[in-house]
């Protein structure tokens, strides 16, 4: 049975065929733990645990490895450690641990591997380094950037021209960047906040932290090789993170490719859920079993994965009482879980 996604990449749905069958290899970009997970959130990982199901049993449990990062060193969890007084340690393992509590109360199975990008700076220094001498990134006042101008088809992914990538960068123009949309691949760390030795000096010696791109090309050269099946994540990622993530991860592999289909899905729900947490949503009560059940009748993807044996019906009711906790109907949620648009198994 051929399963169809929709690539991100080619902008089109396409025929599924994993590079080896032996080892489908999955990588869904995970939370930067420095907050609660939102609805939206909770919807993203719930959207790509049932790929994981359905992966699963088209080539077999022993078959998938599917990963899923923790981002435990970003600007934003220091910046939330520092607005709340905790200790960063303190922050990410009490949001992490939130984390795990959230996604096992979507009925979510967890990742086979869970890395962390504070177990990963070895070889982002590593790779950083090869970006360096393969021309691709450059020192500047102690941070080192990745130069867009030294990869052609760099916005390949977003599709944007260069003035839209410029536009995204997600911190102002520091002056030392040659180009607007040159990003951060290192930068110097002061004492205060988290830190390693690299080779690029700067007033605390060589002291400095990774931007947030570099942490997953690490993980997945880490964990799934130079080239894996699917990059996921929400529709949010993939400008600037993922065409980031493409650029180092193919510029540091000599071309190879990084995920050969990119899948992100939409947040299609209503604007004032994006702010709800999903942990405030949790709580016991009776699921809205019949409202399920209409869904499914009129839903053709949920019937085809009920026919392939994947019994979502646990995240379905936690994703309706998350919906009917908050006065909202069941469907509203569910109709953009099955969404076809996010994958479909026919
Ligand atoms: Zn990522």
């Known amino acids: 049975m051929a399963i169809r996604l ?5 902008r089109a749905k396409e025929d599924f ?7 489908v290899r999955v990588y869904v970009c995970g939370p930067t733990v420095h907050d609660f997970a939102h609805i939206g959130n909770g919807r993203a990982f719930t959207v790509f645990d049932v790929l994981y199901r359905l992966l699963r049993s088209e080539y077999g449990a022993a078959h ?12 934003k969890i220091n910046a939330a450690a520092a607005e709340r007084g905790e200790t960063i340690r303190a922050l ?9 509590a959230d996604m096992a109360a979507l009925g979510n199975l967890p990742p ?3 890395p962390r990008a504070t177990d990963h700076i070895p070889r982002m220094i590593a790779m950083i380094a090869t970006l360096i001498a393969g021309g691709f990134a450059y020192e500047a006042e102690g941070h080192v950037l990745f130069s867009i101008a030294a990869m052609p088809d760099y916005g390949r992914l977003s599709r944007k021209n260069l003035d839209e990538q410029r536009e995204g960068a997600r911190v102002e123009v520091a002056p030392y960047k ?12 002061p004492p205060a906040l988290p830190g390693w030795d690299s080779p690029w000096q700067n007033q605390w010696g060589g002291r400095g932290r990774p931007g947030w791109h570099i942490e997953c090309s690490a993980m997945t050269e880490a964990h799934l090789g130079e080239t894996f099946d699917i990059h996921g994540g929400g529709l949010d990622l993939i400008f600037p993170h993922h065409e980031n993530e493409i650029a180092q991860s193919v510029c540091a592999h000599g071309g190879a490719p990084l995920g050969r289909h990119a899948g992100h899905q939409r947040h299609r729900h209503r604007r004032e859920d994006r702010v709800q947490l999903v942990h405030q949503l949790r709580r016991p009560g009776r699921p809205g079993d019949d409202q399920i059940a209409d869904h499914r ?22 994703i309706s009482r998350l919906a009917q906790n908050r006065g909202h109907h069941a469907t509203d949620l569910l109709v953009v879980f099955y969404d076809e648009d996010d994958f479909s198994g026919h």
């Open 6 to 10: 929709y690539n991100t990449l080619s």
């Open 297 to 318: 009748r009129r839903r053709q993807p949920a019937r085809r994965l009920v026919a392939r044996g994947i019994d979502v019906a646990h995240q379905a009711r936690a």
């Open 64 to 75: 998938v490895t599917y990963v899923r990062n923790i981002t435990d060193v970003e600007d």
């Open 17 to 23: 065929a994993p590079i080896d069958a032996a080892n």
């Open 92 to 100: 990410t393992e009490r949001t992490t641990a939130a984390f795990h």
């Open 178 to 189: 040659r180009d607007a949309g040159d990003f951060v691949l290192w930068k110097p760390s």
């Open 112 to 114: 086979d591997i869970e």
